[in-house]
C-alpha cells in the first residue's frame, strides 16, 4: 500500500513538473491577454467622440473615457498613460420616423437596439505584447472567445502615430 502511494505521489509530481515550465512567466507574456470584465462605471465616463460606420456594421458610436483618459486627451499626452480606459458604445444606426414626421422628410438617424461594447485599457506591463493595451470585446455583456479578439491588436497596431487608438478628441 505504501509503495502504490509513494508511487503516485511520483507521478503526481511529474505531472506537476510537466506543467509548470508551461506557465512560465516569458511565455505569457508573449500571448494577448485580453479583457474578460466591462469595467464598473464606464457608462459615467466621459465623452471623447462619436463616429458612424456605415457598410456591414452600420452603426454607430460614442467613445468614453475614464479620467486619466480625459485628461491625456485634453492634454494631448502620448502615449497613454497605464491607468487609461477606453470604451467604444456601439448601437444600430437607425431613421428616426418619429424625428422625420416633425421634419417632414427623412434626415434623421440615432442610436437603435445596443449592438456591443468595446473596450480599451492601457496597461504597459500586463498588455505588453499587444502595445500595452488590453482589448475587450461584449455582446450583451458577454466577452468573446480569444480566437474573435486576435485581429484586435493587428489592426489597431497600424495606428502608429496615435497610440494605436483611432479616435480623437471631439472638441
Ligand atoms: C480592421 C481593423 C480593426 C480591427 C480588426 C479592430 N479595430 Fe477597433 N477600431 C478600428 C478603427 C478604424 C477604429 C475607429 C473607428 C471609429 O471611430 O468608428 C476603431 C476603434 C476602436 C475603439 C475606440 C478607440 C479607438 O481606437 O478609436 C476600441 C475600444 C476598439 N476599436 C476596440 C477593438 C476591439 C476590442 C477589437 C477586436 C474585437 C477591434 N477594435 C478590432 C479598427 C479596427
Same mark, same amino acid.
Given at each position: 500500500? %505504501? %509503495?502504490?502511494?509513494?508511487?503516485?505521489?511520483?507521478? *503526481?509530481?511529474? =505531472?506537476?513538473?510537466?506543467?509548470?515550465?508551461?506557465?512560465? /512567466?516569458?511565455?505569457?507574456?508573449?500571448?494577448?491577454?485580453? =479583457?474578460?470584465?466591462?469595467?464598473?462605471?464606464?457608462?459615467?465616463? %466621459?465623452?471623447?467622440?462619436? *463616429?458612424?460606420?456605415?457598410?456591414?456594421?452600420?452603426?454607430?458610436?460614442?467613445?468614453?473615457?475614464?479620467?486619466?483618459?480625459?485628461?491625456?486627451?485634453?492634454?494631448?499626452?502620448?502615449?497613454?498613460?497605464?491607468?487609461?480606459?477606453?470604451?467604444?458604445?456601439?448601437?444600430?444606426?437607425?431613421?428616426?420616423?418619429?424625428?422625420?414626421?416633425?421634419?417632414?422628410?427623412?434626415?434623421?438617424?440615432?442610436?437603435? /437596439? /445596443?449592438?456591443? =461594447?468595446?473596450?480599451?485599457?492601457?496597461?504597459?506591463?500586463?498588455?505588453?505584447?499587444?502595445?500595452?493595451?488590453?482589448?475587450?470585446?461584449?455582446?450583451?455583456?458577454?466577452?468573446?472567445?480569444?480566437?474573435?479578439?486576435? /485581429?484586435?491588436?493587428?489592426?489597431?497596431?497600424?495606428?502608429?502615430?496615435?497610440?494605436?487608438?483611432?479616435? %480623437?478628441?471631439?472638441?
Amino acid at each position: 500500500m %505504501r %509503495r502504490i502511494v509513494f508511487f503516485l505521489l511520483l507521478s *503526481a509530481a511529474a =505531472v506537476v513538473a510537466s506543467i509548470v515550465p508551461a506557465a512560465r /512567466p516569458a511565455d505569457e507574456q508573449a500571448s494577448p491577454v485580453f =479583457v474578460t470584465k466591462i469595467p464598473s462605471g464606464y457608462r459615467d465616463w %466621459r465623452f471623447i467622440s462619436t *463616429a458612424h460606420e456605415a457598410g456591414n456594421l452600420n452603426s454607430i458610436g460614442v467613445l468614453l473615457g475614464n479620467e486619466v483618459a480625459f485628461q491625456a486627451y485634453r492634454e494631448g499626452k502620448l502615449p497613454f498613460p497605464d491607468g487609461t480606459m477606453l470604451v467604444a458604445l456601439h448601437y444600430k444606426h437607425v431613421a428616426s420616423d418619429e424625428n422625420n414626421k416633425v421634419f417632414g422628410q427623412p434626415q434623421s438617424f440615432v442610436a437603435g /437596439p /445596443p449592438t456591443n =461594447v468595446q473596450v480599451m485599457v492601457k496597461d504597459s506591463k500586463k498588455y505588453a505584447a499587444t502595445g500595452g493595451w488590453g482589448f475587450g470585446h461584449f455582446q450583451d455583456g458577454k466577452p468573446a472567445t480569444s480566437a474573435f479578439m486576435k /485581429p484586435c491588436f493587428p489592426c489597431h497596431a497600424k495606428e502608429t502615430d496615435h497610440d494605436f487608438v483611432f479616435t %480623437r478628441y471631439a472638441p
